[in-house]
């Protein structure tokens, strides 16, 4: 893919002045890129190998407030260090920062120099390796949904953000007129990602006002998870340079549809032949891709904290708004939590719709990698798809309504104890529950303005 750089290619623009910094990123828990900034020289000199950050990274919130309660670390144990470690193989041009390149990190333990178990591309890794050890790889693709906003993030911030409107007045879904007004920012999004080397196929509108959807071309897992994670940042702060915010939150107005993060995927051979297509079978799926939806539908409920983190998430599953509030799986159906789509053709897939805007990708991939092995060891039979409206359907899991219920559900989750490990599964237990915490301590708007006199 064009954009991408090698070393030799990097030393060499460091040389003739194109490049002067150099990000070194690692992915939080949220899923956003933290790191440094390092004068290119250095980098090429010695930052290369490996740099350093605080390990309280993998354990604080939105806020960056320091969450008791982690063993990973803590105050009484000093929030010491990880080892940031660049993986080369990720380093490319930022074409929309000036003579700016950046390369994504591994974070390992500072003694012993084993990947850090609960860092989000960690997980992500071990499951692509379980698939390896099976003879299979995994291809994957997200769609990035995201409203752009009239003003700007500082604006919006001093103003406590009200009034918030989005950048165009109606529904813009496909509307080539509307999207047209928004080419300001969403031209630049499409090519200088493409420079930087994430594969974009196409930007359009979504089905609300002032809503954006991007689509990146699938690859492997663990690329899909990067290009995902480089977009995300990039549209932010591409729309803050043309004086807009743009927001990945999963519901910003109640009487908006939400944002989501629709995840498609396939397991490939080393052939390079998408095993789940077998003509012969119903709707093409072969025995192996049905044993594999199966798993994600038996373990949906249990995985949904991974789709949905925040108390917001959960606003966006209601009828009629095309998030799912069922587990079940349908032919081509965008009222299911998961869909087959590509059916009668060789790019035969599963599109799981759960995932709002605000997920990590690392986090969402590594659990549905997970659930589908589980399904494919255990050769889970998967039941009949669901016509019609799914909404009403009657049987099959419900997805979980709040956050509090997602968490109980991981929490007591066996599976994901042995798949991720005890630890792992704790520690992001812990996040749950500090945002339900911290959100039982607040005083919302709406109890103000419904309970302030008439209580």
Known sequence: MAGTLTFDALKKAVSNGEIDTVLTCIIDMQGRLMGKRFHAQHFIDSAYEETHCCNYLLATDLEMYTV?????????????DYVMKPDLETLRPVPWLQGTAMVLCDLLDHNTHKPVPHSPRALLKAQVAKLAEMGLSVMAATELEFFLFE??????RKSGYRPLEPIS????DYSILQTT???HVMRPIRNHLYKAGIPIENSKGEAESGQEELNIRYAPALDTADYHTIAKNAVKEIAHMQGHAASFMAKWRPDKVGSAT???QSLWDSNGTNVFVDPDKQHGMSELMQNYVAGLIKYAPESTYFFAPY????????????APTKTAWSVDNRTAGFRLCGEGTKALRIECRIGGADLNPYLAIAAQLAAGIKGIEDKLPLGAATDGDIYDATGGNEIPINLR?????????????????EAVVDHYVRAAEWEIEDFDRAVTDYEIARGFERA
């Open 68 to 80: 008791e309660g982690y063993a990973s670390t803590s105050w009484a144990g000093g929030y010491g």
């Open 151 to 156: 003003k700007g993030f500082e604006e919006l």
């Open 169 to 172: 007045g109606y529904n813009e």
């Open 181 to 183: 007004r928004e080419e």
């Open 262 to 264: 629709h995840v498609h």
């Open 311 to 322: 108390i917001n998430s959960y606003k966006r599953f209601q009828k009629g708004s095309f």
């Open 405 to 421: 219920d997602a968490k109980d559900l991981l929490k007591s989750s066996s599976f994901f104890r042995e798949a991720f490990g």
